[in-house]
């Protein structure tokens, strides 16, 4: 398996863009996490899906942040408008109860808002 | 709320010596531990995990860690350490919903 699948690597885009951020979890896989990770404030898990559901988004920092898992393949988190303090490290992962709860990482997004 | 401290920011050793880092926890129940580490530009792996039974686990590359509930920790240990650990690492609980809370991370830094 190839892993967690996330796209693009990197980012740069103009404050006020629309930003989408892509996810592949790894197949068979029913639990799916995005995290942001900044200097200031580490590691934050931002929202949780199970069987592409929705289940905890109380760490999406604002309105202008939004998720979603369309299937069981594939997810994304988008940003409208983008501002310069969403600039971070995004990470996905996935895992299922037959991993025993690891969560396996992607290699993350850098996105850059200027 | 469950929360993670890692209280070492940055530590250094030499290649060779031992190694030993610093996680305390604050769960209500019994807690699912995790240590992952980042070497940069990249995601996180995961080194060792902790659910139940033995309270010393072993991971890989070397890395154990030992849970002492008594003391709300769950600190990562390597006896000999290698320039290749340098990296960022990072302890984790989750409760049964498998959402994990991250501490602050420790930088590892290791001196030739």
């Known amino acids: 398996d190839a892993g967690v699948i996330q796209s693009p690597r990197h980012e740069v885009t103009e404050m006020g863009q629309e930003v989408t951020l892509r996810c592949k979890p790894i197949?068979?896989?029913?639990?799916l996490f995005w995290y942001r990770q900044t200097m200031m404030r580490g590691l934050e898990l931002l929202i949780y899906f199970n069987n592409n559901v929705p289940i905890d988004d109380s760490g999406m920092p604002e309105d202008r942040f939004s998720a979603k898992m369309p299937n069981a393949s594939f997810s994304t988190l988008k940003i409208q408008p983008s501002e310069p303090r969403d600039s971070a490290v995004y990470f996905c992962?996935?895992?299922?109860?037959?991993?025993?709860?690891?969560?396996?990482f992607g290699q993350g997004t850098r996105l850059t808002v200027v | 709320a469950q929360s993670v401290t890692q209280p070492d920011i940055h530590i250094t050793v030499s290649e060779g010596a031992s190694l030993e880092l610093r996680c305390n926890y604050s769960y209500g129940a019994t807690p699912y531990l995790f240590w992952y580490v980042q070497s940069p530009g990249q995601g996180l792996q995961l080194l060792l995990k902790?659910?139940?039974?033995?309270?010393l686990v072993q991971g890989i590359k070397g890395f154990e860690a030992e849970f002492k509930r008594s003391q709300s920790s769950f600190n990562l240990r390597k006896p000999s350490v290698h320039w290749s650990d340098a990296a960022e690492y990072f302890c984790?609980?989750?409760?049964?919903?498998?959402?994990?809370?991250f501490g602050s991370g420790t930088r590892l830094l290791v001196r030739p």
């Open positions: 984790a609980v989750a409760d049964s919903s498998y959402k994990l809370i």
């Open positions: 902790y659910f139940s039974g033995d309270t």
């Open positions: 992962a996935s895992s299922s109860p037959s991993t025993n709860t690891e969560a396996f």
């Open positions: 197949s068979g896989h029913n639990s």
